[in-house]
């Protein structure tokens, strides 16, 4: 069964700082990845979505990466802002469903 | 493109009574649409797979007479909640699949508040 963890559970960073939000998964056996931010209460909104043949993607102040033999994926932020602030979740695409992480809540400090 | 919507946006009802939510995919066709329950502070847990003219395919944990699923045409799948109850209190959130690749990207519906008194 496929589990998806992401480090850490919350994270608080000031404006304007870099950051890295981590996403790892027990089966590697995937066709894809997909990064969503979900504001409080909302749906989600797709980020970036990774083919299992690709390395990373970009759209933006964000690039996320896949290693599929170890299993991980991260979220680069670059020049963080206040409108950032929301839970990120991965979700992996395998065995015929999309299973998602425990998710990363994050704060950006004005 | 690929817009899901769900109606009602958030619903209370009374314990004992049956609540229905929409999914609809406004400008592609989904023959696979997912319903998927998010209890507060905890992640998606995928309920159903729903494909259209066909029985939907629940999860283990997940009681098929509890949340009847209908997906009747290429745009539109209901979640039917019978008999509701306290704790199936939840965000509900679908998504629909456009072609009939299984690994093509799913579009995410706005989720339905469900509050049971």
């Known amino acids: 069964k496929q589990e998806v963890t992401q480090i850490p559970a919350a994270l608080s960073v000031p404006e304007g700082e870099n950051l890295v939000l981590n996403c790892s998964f027990t089966?590697?056996?995937?066709?894809?990845l997909q990064w969503f931010r979900q504001d409080p209460g909302k749906g989600l909104t797709s980020l970036l979505l990774?083919?299992?043949?690709?390395r990373e993607q970009t759209s933006g102040r964000l690039n996320a990466s896949l290693d599929k033999s170890s299993g991980r994926s991260t979220l680069y932020i670059a020049a963080s802002q206040p409108g950032d602030s929301a839970t990120y979740l991965c979700?992996?695409?395998?065995?015929?469903?999309?299973?998602f992480g425990t998710g990363t809540r994050l704060t950006i400090i004005p | 493109g690929a817009v899901v919507s769900q109606h009602p946006s958030w619903v209370i009802c009374k314990s004992g009574t049956s609540v229905k939510i929409e999914c609809r995919s406004l400008?592609?066709?989904?023959?696979?649409m997912f319903w998927y329950r998010q209890f507060p502070k905890q992640s998606l847990m995928l309920m159903a797979t729903?494909?259209?003219?066909?029985?939907?395919?629940?999860e283990q944990g997940v009681e098929k007479d509890k949340f009847l699923i209908n997906h009747a045409s290429l745009t539109l799948s209901t979640l039917t909640v019978t008999s509701a109850h306290p704790e199936d209190s939840s965000f509900y959130i679908c998504?629909?699949?456009?072609?009939?690749?299984?690994?093509?990207?799913?579009?995410f519906g706005p989720g339905t508040r469900l509050t049971v008194l």
């Open positions: 089966d590697s056996a995937i066709y894809n």
């Open positions: 979700a992996v695409f395998g065995n015929e469903k999309l299973t």
């Open positions: 400008d592609f066709q989904a023959t696979t």
């Open positions: 990774i083919q299992s043949s690709q």
């Open positions: 998504s629909a699949r456009p072609g009939t690749a299984s690994y093509n990207e799913q579009f």
């Open positions: 729903s494909n259209e003219g066909s029985k939907a395919t629940y």
